[in-house]
């Protein structure tokens, strides 16, 4: 592991003040399991800070979870466009989305686990309450390739991995296993979800293993040029199915790098670990637009809610 790795930290060396409220909050603990953390952009997001918690983990620490996505997606999402969060977890980066599409804009939220599904749903209340944000819509359902149902497995030690099962599987996988919890979940096709929708500006996708069946259930908003952007982690790197299906309906795919001074769009085939942040990749219908959008230095998502955005 490179040390560049360790010391690139724009969330810390561009905003110096999160350095001192870590050191003081790591002084202070108070122990309580939820807080509320104001992101850079001026939106409230209530967090676990339960063991294994991700997100709420990386939230409290740096004041920002998984900044080469946030950046991206602060870049390429435009006002009034609808754009789709596909495993969104407690709902950081549909803040990101909504900030940036604006009232005037739409936000698809799913997430299946139902424990999750209600913080999102307090998140959700508390900024149409502060914010007036009533253009983000959420399902409890995951997204696939056919309707129906599935088994939920969610590991008790990281919610933020469970993954999606069929119920015949249940009883010889660790899903029939105490450190695993199971839920049966709905399934539903994004084609069905939103058939009647026009142009999609923006997909995001995080469902641990299941994204080639959450992109084949939108073949039909896929084939009709009806999806610009989708950003996904794909942990068997590339190629992939994912990338290959991707690619063989006019995609071009980028893998999402940490520069020091902004993302770099880098090319798929080019050997990059890090060692904790997912491999996520952009795969576009529009590339010289994506290259543009992030061809700026500096990390628009870091600045303060009071600065232009």
Not at 63 to 92: A, C, H, Q, S
Not at 95 to 104: F, N, W
């Amino acid at each position: 592991m490179q040390l560049i790795n360790y010391l690139n930290r724009p969330e810390y060396i561009f905003r110096p003040l999160q350095i001192y409220r870590r050191l003081l909050r790591s002084r202070n603990p108070d122990n309580k399991l939820f807080k509320n953390v104001l992101l850079p952009w001026g939106v409230n997001l209530k967090i676990s800070l339960a063991p294994g918690e991700v997100v709420g983990h990386s939230v409290w620490a740096m004041g920002i979870y998984d900044l080469i996505v946030t950046e991206v997606l602060w870049r390429l999402i435009d006002p009034g466009e609808t754009v789709i969060d596909v495993g969104v977890n407690i709902g950081y980066m549909a803040t990101i989305m909504a900030k940036r599409v604006g009232e005037t804009g739409h936000v698809w939220c799913f997430e299946p686990n139902p424990e999750v599904y209600q913080e999102l749903s307090e998140n959700i209340k508390n900024w149409q309450t502060t914010l007036g944000w009533n253009h983000i819509y959420a399902q409890k359902i995951a997204l696939s390739n056919h309707s129906g149902e599935a088994v939920l497995s969610v590991p008790m030690r990281n919610r933020e991995e469970a993954f999606i099962i069929s119920p015949k599987d249940v009883i010889s996988t660790q899903a029939n296993d105490d450190n695993f919890k199971a839920y049966t979940v709905s399934l539903e096709k994004l084609d069905n979800v939103l058939k009647t929708r026009n142009h999609i500006g923006l997909v995001k996708i995080d469902v641990e293993g299941h994204e080639l069946e959450v992109i084949q259930g939108a073949i039909n908003l896929i084939t009709a040029q009806q999806i610009r952007d989708i950003i996904f982690e794909d942990h068997n790197g590339y190629p992939s199915s994912v990338s290959q299906f991707l690619e063989d309906q006019g995609y071009t795919i980028f893998r999402i790098w940490k520069g020091f001074w902004k993302p770099l769009l880098e090319s798929p085939t080019k050997k990059l670990m890090h060692p904790w942040e997912p491999p996520s990749y952009l795969a576009t219908k529009d590339s010289s637009r994506a290259r543009e959008r992030l061809k700026k230095r500096g990390w628009n998502s870091l600045q303060s809610q009071n600065q232009k955005t």
